[in-house]
């Protein structure tokens, strides 16, 4: 193939070069557009043929329905590897040593205790405050408790930061629950493993030893890692860009977590649940859900189903149905729910409109039957996803600052009115 592309615009030939990533992606470089061609952008709303960066995180073919992190499947990762393992792999690029992780895991637990203050803050949200702005804030109000991992520029004060909020995510995430449900604020402890402390710090209560299961600590350690990173989606895009002006690791993270909030992102996980409930308490009628979902005067969409990019399946998605088999299986319950997300997504293989767009079920599917087996709400599935995505966005964000990105700053094609004369108000 040549190594350049050209571009002709009146009778002026401007030539890119081709940008070859390692599994072949073929990019045009178009830094210098503008400027030779006098003023020329180029428009791509929704960034649906845009690269925003040269990464080395995360692979990912929406066609072959591949995920890697740093070479490795996600298939492998998620039979073999513990969330924090993949953690420290996506954020420093290899697996850790036994000594680095330990070292990795003693350094987080060291940091866990969050300022006493912070609960005043807790208490100040209404009890119905949705858990993805109150953790939104909280992890923005923990700037003002740890200023100095704000100025960040050296790898040190880098890993001091990285820490930091890998330790006191789970503790927020965890409160924001416990607020909900009126349970005290508890911490985890230094004799469990990341995810352990997840578990405890979310359902330990008062009156009785937390003993944890088995075999929801393995289904967590697994949604964890399946949800690890995704490239450059919304909100991890959303992390690069607000790192980019230097504002910071948590302001980023903060950022991020309202991207994710979304319905037509992270949020989706909550979005598919109350469907699903819907559709079971309107009698379970599935096709007459597909029609809505097709018809173009109705706004109703099959919530998890389609993917910007997976546009033969989703490879996590494949994982997390066989795990919310086993869980429902192993824990005993038998889930109406899930006979009902069977059945839709049967129907939606076989449907034209389905199969000719290329609508496959993702992670969202059938993440929220787990979550809700595992007795966490509806209103906290999304909190869970920022949960996992959190060592994605901070391998992200570490990368965006060593690569010493420029500050991102998209352009425009104005289509508003040309210039005009002020009117003054009385003559309006
Ligand atoms: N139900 C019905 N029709 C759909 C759906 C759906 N879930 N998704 C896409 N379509 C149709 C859409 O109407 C359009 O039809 P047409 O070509 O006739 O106009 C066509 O498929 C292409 O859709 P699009 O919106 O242009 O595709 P996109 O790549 O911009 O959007 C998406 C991807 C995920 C936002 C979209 O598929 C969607 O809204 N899905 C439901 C929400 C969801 O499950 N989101 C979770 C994504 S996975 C978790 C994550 O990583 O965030």
Redesign the pocket.
């Known amino acids: 193939m040549a190594d350049t592309a050209k571009l002709v615009i009146d009778q002026n030939t401007y030539e890119f070069p081709l940008v070859k990533g390692t599994e072949n992606e073929i990019g045009i470089d178009i830094k210098t557009l503008r400027g030779v061609s006098g003023g020329v952008i180029t428009l791509d709303p929704?960034f649906?043929n845009t690269g925003s960066c040269e990464s080395a995180i995360t692979f990912l073919n929406g066609e072959e329905g591949i995920l890697r992190y740093r070479g490795y499947s996600i298939e492998e990762l998620a039979e073999k590897a513990d969330f924090l393992e993949v953690a420290f792999l996506l954020i420093f690029g290899e697996l850790p040593t036994k000594e680095q992780l330990e070292k990795f895991d003693a350094d987080i637990k060291e940091k866990a205790i969050v300022d006493e203050d912070v609960k005043k803050i807790i208490d100040a949200f209404p009890k119905n405050a949705h858990p993805m702005g109150v953790l939104s804030s909280l992890t923005s109000a923990l700037i003002a408790f740890n200023p100095s991992s704000v100025n960040v520029d050296s790898e040190q004060e880098m890993y001091r930061a990285i820490v930091k909020i890998l330790a006191k995510f789970p503790v927020l995430v965890a409160w924001t629950l416990r607020k909900k449900q009126g349970l005290p604020l508890n911490y985890g402890s230094k004799s469990l493993g990341y995810v352990e402390n997840v578990l405890r710090m979310m359902f330990a209560t008062p009156d009785e030893d937390y003993k944890i299961n088995p075999i929801i600590k393995d289904a967590l350690d697994k949604l964890l890692i399946l949800h690890a990173d995704?490239e450059q989606?919304?909100s991890t895009s959303t992390v690069r860009i607000v790192g980019s002006s230097h504002a910071g690791l948590f302001a980023s993270l903060s950022a991020g977590i309202s991207a994710l909030w979304g319905?037509?992102?992270?949020g989706?996980n909550q979005?598919?649940l109350e469907m699903l409930e819907a559709i079971r308490q309107d009698g379970g009628d599935t096709k007459k859900y597909m029609a809505k979902?097709?018809d173009?005067n109705d706004p109703f969409?099959?919530?998890?189903?389609?993917?910007?990019v997976y546009k033969n399946f989703?490879p996590r998605a494949k994982i997390i149905k066989v795990a919310a088999d086993q869980v429902l299986n192993d824990l005993g319950i038998e889930d109406p729910i899930l006979t009902i997300a069977k059945g839709l997504e049967q129907e939606a293989l076989n449907d034209e409109?389905f199969v000719k767009?290329k609508?496959y079920p993702?992670?969202?599917?059938y993440s929220g039957i787990i979550y809700r087996a595992m007795g966490i709400p509806v209103e906290m599935f999304t909190v869970m996803f920022a949960l996992g995505r959190l060592p994605g966005w901070i391998a992200q964000w570490r990368e965006m600052r060593l690569n010493k990105e420029p500050i991102g700053r998209p352009r425009q094609i104005y289509i508003g009115k040309n210039y005009r004369p002020f009117v003054e108000i009385n003559k309006r």
Do not use: I, S
């Not at 319905?263 to 992270?266: A, E, N, R, T």
């Not at 969409?301 to 910007?308: C, D, I, K, S, V």
């Open positions: 929704g649906k995704h989606n919304c319905p037509l992102h992270g989706a979005a598919v979902a097709k173009k969409r099959l919530m998890g189903f389609g993917h910007r989703d409109y767009r609508l993702n992670v969202d599917f």
